[in-house]
């Protein structure tokens, strides 16, 4: 792999520009270009960082003149155009979900790993969690409860709330049990506006059972009349409550954890972090990035899962 590496963004969306943007600040990178299907929204956000513009039918053109990659698409097409980046023998960095079916999660990570190259996946709250030092704590929690709500927006309604929201606390849970989900239960709500269109469930409520008998307690919602990011893990020697929107904690264990964790370079820029530690496995600096592909697609099995339990009958919602 060469020292300096190509790289490129494929959406020229929100995100990709949030990529962009950490692309721009990284060392020994040469930043090629952004592509999206839109090319004059490729111009755009490519003028803004001085980077060519490739759209419509350029992607392998594209793909050929990098080494590494972020997929910033809307959800339904990351697997699609990881596939063919990992086709190309190119390195991906995808948005979350990793795919929105499980057979292209598998599809992404098996590809991968055929070809030898990095997969990894934007759950960046990973980078919270580690500043905090939840991971060096040496007790397995007892549960975990976490809430998650949005306000209503049109961003996102491709794919459901577990989806698009509920699976960051998926993956942050999994990550702390260390063990994979055994029995769940969930509920669902949805809205009912005229003219309202999206993809599943707009509030969800589920209780997971993970294999080591941890119990996780998960409420999602894009409908709420706030924000709300908190969590609760219930240790066997205390809790920790944790505020995600303002960045504080209270902790009732008997373990230090990091009371300035916000003040940490890895939490004050949780993309950044993402972004720069998969660059730097590309280059074999890193074992691993911050969340590897099969990390992803064990939190996208247990969302879908979910969203399986909730789905209702053809005859009450249209969209399935």
């Known amino acids: 792999m060469a020292e300096v590496l190509r790289v490129g963004v494929v959406g020229a969306g929100v995100f990709g520009g949030y990529h962009a ?19 004059a ?23 050929a003149r990098i080494d590494a990659v972020t997929i910033a ?15 190309a023998g190119v390195h991906v960095y995808s948005e979350k979900p990793l795919a929105i079916t499980i057979a292209d999660g598998h599809a ?8 030898g190259l990095v997969l990894a996946c ?32 049109t961003r996102n309604l491709d794919v459901s709330v577990v989806l698009d929201l509920m699976i960051h606390d998926l993956d942050l849970a999994q990550s702390l049990a260390g063990a994979g989900p055994g029995g769940m239960r969930a509920t669902a709500r949805y809205r009912t506006d005229e003219g309202y269109k999206a993809v599943g469930a707009d509030e969800v409520t589920a209780e997971v059972e993970f294999e080591n008998g941890m119990m996780g307690h998960f409420r999602a919602s894009r ?25 504080k904690f209270e902790n009732n264990t ?13 939490a004050r820029d949780p993309l ?49």
Do not use: W
Not at 133 to 139: K, M, N, R
């Open 122 to 153: 934007g759950h960046q709250e990973r980078a919270v969690f580690e500043a905090m030092g939840l991971y060096d704590v040496p007790e397995r929690p007892l549960r975990l409860e976490a809430v998650r709500n949005g306000t209503a927006s």
């Open 21 to 39: 943007n950490k692309y721009k600040q990284a060392e020994a990178v040469e930043f090629v270009g952004i592509y999206d299907l839109d090319k």
């Open 223 to 247: 409908m709420a009349e706030q924000r709300e990011r908190t969590m609760r893990i219930v240790y066997p020697s205390g809790d920790v409550n944790i505020d995600l929107l303002n960045r």
């Open 272 to 320: 950044g972090t993402s972004v720069f530690r998969f660059l730097d496995t590309v280059r074999g600096v890193r074992a691993v990035p911050l969340c590897t592909g099969k990390d992803a697609l064990k939190a996208l099995v247990l969302a879908l899962s979910i969203d399986e339990e909730v789905a209702p009958e053809p005859s009450e919602y249209s969209i399935y």
């Open 254 to 266: 008997p373990f230090r954890l990091n009371a300035d964790f916000a003040e940490a370079d890895i």
């Open 73 to 87: 698409t809307p959800a339904f097409a990351h697997a699609a155009v990881a596939l063919k980046a990992l086709e």
């Open 108 to 115: 992404m990570v098996d590809l991968a790993a055929e070809k």
């Open 41 to 63: 929204r490729a111009e755009a956000l490519a003028a803004q960082h001085g980077v060519q513009a490739f759209g419509g039918d350029e992607l392998p053109s594209f793909l």
